[in-house]
């Protein structure tokens, strides 16, 4: 089934994230993307058109289901069929890494089930845009940018607040490219 675009909520967050427990025992997990912008709610608007969460566990010892993730709950599952959207294992610490210190403060959180849920914060979000330098998450940045969820001072900040300094001017320049789009 070729999926399309539609605006999720949080009725689909509490969807995949009930199923990412039920496959993966998973307590605590990240939200990355344009399903992280859930948690900002009609704020994020179209900005929450998407097919899938891009979800990171971050429990050790809780991960006897990831092997089985894609298969129970991505692209090509069951679980698409059902939902209209996907769960896409991404990994905490691909989510994560390479975030400016203090990106768990920041973080929006829930609780669902049990589970405890960190949406990443749109600041947060624009940092792992700039690091996939597709155009497709240069596009997302400026639509973020367009609809005031995060200012060029805030990304600014946050570059020079990086863990590893190596990045900062990847992640500026590729800033740069969004700047030309708007």
Known sequence: MSQSHRQ???ADLTVAVREV?????????VVGGSGALVALGT????????????????QEGTLQGVKDFDSKLGKQSEFVESH???VEHVGESLLTD???VGWRERAARF????????CLAPVDIAINKLDAARPKDFQHLSRMLHAGLVTYD????????????FLMPKYREALAKVRTMI
């Open 21 to 29: 427990r039920r496959v993966t025992g998973c307590l605590e997990l």
């Open 43 to 58: 704020r994020a608007g179209d900005l929450l058109r998407t097919v899938d969460f891009d979800i990171g566990i971050t």
């Open 98 to 100: 390479l975030l400016p």
């Open 154 to 165: 805030e990304i600014e900040d946050a570059i020079s607040h990086v863990p590893f300094s």
């Open 84 to 86: 209209g959207f996907y």
């Open 8 to 10: 999720l909520g949080i």
């Open 111 to 118: 609780t669902i089930e049990e589970v405890s849920v960190l």
